[in-house]
């Protein structure tokens, strides 16, 4: 929840909260980006587990084991970047919802894009199977 202040200022409106009369108490309702990401990335993951056969092959880019590396991979990106973009509420339909569809502040992902176009291994012709000791490495 937030104060009157804080939501006076937020791009998305919301709604405010009720106390158990049903009267206004002087707070506002949000949930921050990052809760509905692990959401939806947790209902894909559960998704991948409805009946379907799988391959075990894990080169098959739609092998179980690879789809659950990238949930994951998401999941953790999600958890790591963690969007504080407020999602408001409305009452709709006889109830309050949630709003998804906000606006956020966002990095420039044409320019990240860019930039890692730039750095393309496999635009090099780098051969994924072909190992060299690493310089770095302490062995």
Known sequence: MINRDQASRLVNKTVPVPDKDGKYDGTYVIMLGVFHQLHCVNLLRKSLYRDRPWTTDA???????????????????VM????????????????????????????NFDAIR???R??????????????????????
């Open 59 to 77: 080169d098959d880019p739609m092998s179980l084991v690879h789809l659950e590396h990238c949930i994951d991979a998401l999941r953790q990106a």
């Open 80 to 107: 790591c970047s963690v969007d504080i973009t407020p999602h408001p509420w409305v009452w709709e339909d006889g109830q309050n919802r949630e709003v998804a569809t906000v606006v956020h502040t966002c990095r």
């Open 118 to 139: 730039g750095r393309d291994v496999f635009e090099r012709g780098w051969n994924k199977s072909i190992h060299v000791p690493d310089p770095l490495s302490r062995q």
């Open 114 to 116: 860019e930039w890692a």
